[in-house]
């Protein structure tokens, strides 16, 4: 018996004999000598219509079944008479794992995303939230591929730190000491600690892949990260995965080209290799997903430097939350009109003022501004960000010091910087900003298996 999963079934280009397959029941519909049943497994988002009839030695009990029952079926994959599906499996064989009870809490109708997020154990078995995690894990392997085509070694970065990356103090942080061992008139306290000084989770792998790339050339980290931020907004998390290549030997221009590149790259791709699950997003989640997505492949990024977008935004006339003026943080409201409204695609924001910006990013010969971009894309806004990084000891100093951070404390750091340094450039991309991007979801919670949020770790 040979078993396969349902979506190399409906693929088949002819009828087979001895197929096997385990799934569960999504419907079931009686006449009066066979049952019709509709199983699906997981492998994609259709299912395949069974034919149990009343030969079969267990078929009173396949009567029994309901929505979420799990079952194993064996027979022949035959053509199919109705409409709407080329295959049906005529049974020869039902095996009956569990009768799920009437009680089956995911009826075969549409739930609402917050009644969802009550129950992130089952909502995997939606037609919606498998089609996000298929969709989720063909991105991350063409991810990998597209860094492996272009010889870049993978790093594996790690999760405990003891460096602030951005410099912006929102860490977790790491101890095995009680909370009455944290006395307050002890001068270091963390010597004490499990690693013997103040530890955190990453928020980020940049400064270690830095120094790999000035040794192996282009490198790429994939992973998790955290940050201690209290933001309950539908765009962060407190625990999310990030795609952060750094290429030696690479200025801001070509970090730029090849952020758009790889942009392009993967919606492209996922549109061809995800055709029936994006087409479910486009028909019950974004209507107009399909005609975004397609002016993301077919059209160049427009790239622009801060002081314009600034410029831009104070002459619209729009109306923000957040005033707009030179040498303030754009936020994501001026971001998505940019994209959304004004250019109607994909924008590079690049040389951001200085003071705004983490102590890595190259010191431009302005002297005002920095090396820095950031792709933001409708819908989302910002969904890349990265720099040219600051090659110059002497420079790498001067801005750690501006910035408040103790350069002894980033001793190796420097140390890349006075031994064979050499311009280089990466960048940060949100892996799940780009699932909502290529799905249309809107909120980052729907798109993490289980996410982290503040007040929210149920499982």
């Known amino acids: 018996m040979h078993k396969t999963k349902i979506k190399h079934l409906l693929s088949s280009d002819t009828p087979v004999k001895g197929v096997q397959i385990k799934g569960w029941v999504r419907t079931r519909r009686d006449s009066k000598n066979f049952s019709f049943l509709e199983i699906n497994d997981g492998s994609c988002l259709s299912g395949i219509q069974v034919i149990a009839e009343e030969g079969l030695e267990n078929y009173d009990h396949m009567r029994r079944l309901s929505t979420g029952s799990a079952i194993a079926v ?11 599906q080329k295959w049906e499996i005529l049974a020869s064989h039902v095996h009956i794992y569990q009768f799920a009870p009437e009680t089956y809490p995911l009826q075969k109708k549409r739930h609402t995303d917050e009644f969802l997020r009550t129950m992130g154990h089952l909502r995997p078995r939606t037609n919606k939230f498998g089609a996000v995690f298929r969709i989720r894990s063909e991105t991350a392997l063409e991810i990998h591929r597209f860094f492996h085509e272009r010889n870049f070694i993978y790093l594996h970065t790690p999760i405990l730190t003891a460096s602030d990356c951005e410099g912006a103090g929102e860490l977790f942080r790491v101890t095995t000491l009680e909370p009455g061992d944290m006395k307050k ?9 499990f ?45 999310f995965w990030m795609v952060e290549p750094e290429m030696a030997f690479c200025d801001l221009a070509e970090n730029m080209a090849f952020a758009e590149q790889f942009i392009r790259h993967l919606v492209s791709h996922v549109r061809t290799c995800c055709e029936e699950d994006i087409g479910l997003f486009a028909r019950f989640v974004d209507p107009s997903l399909m005609e975004s997505l397609a002016a993301i492949i077919e059209k160049p990024f427009i790239q622009i430097p801060y002081g314009e977008a600034v410029e831009i935004l104070e002459k619209s006339g729009a109306r923000f939350d957040f005033p707009v003026s030179y040498g303030k943080d754009l936020q994501t409201e001026h971001e998505r009109f940019l994209a959304e409204k004004h250019f109607r695609q994909p924008v590079i924001i690049h040389d951001y003022p200085r003071n705004i910006k983490p102590f890595y990013m190259r010191l431009n010969d302005d002297e005002k501004t920095v090396a820095a971009m950031d792709v933001i894309v409708p819908r989302i806004g910002e969904i890349i960000g990265g720099s040219q990084r600051e090659e110059r000891a002497d420079v790498l100093d001067m801005r750690m010091a501006e910035t408040g951070l103790d350069a002894r404390q980033y001793w190796w750091y420097m140390d890349s910087r006075r031994y064979g340094s050499v311009p280089h450039s990466g960048f940060g991309l949100g892996f799940e900003r780009l699932i909502m991007l290529l799905t249309g979801i809107s909120n980052i919670r729907d798109v993490i298996p289980f996410p982290r949020t503040p007040g929210n770790i149920d499982f």
């Open 74 to 84: 064996s027979g022949d994959l035959r053509p199919s008479p109705g409409k709407g």
């Open 185 to 193: 008139d002890e001068a270091d306290v963390y010597s004490r600690d």
């Open 195 to 239: 690693f013997g000084r103040k530890t955190h989770l990453t928020v980020s792998g940049q400064l270690e892949a830095e120094m790999f790339a000035l040794a192996l050339g282009d490198v790429y980290t994939f992973g998790p990260t955290f940050r201690a931020e209290n933001s309950n907004t539908s765009r962060h998390a407190s625990e």
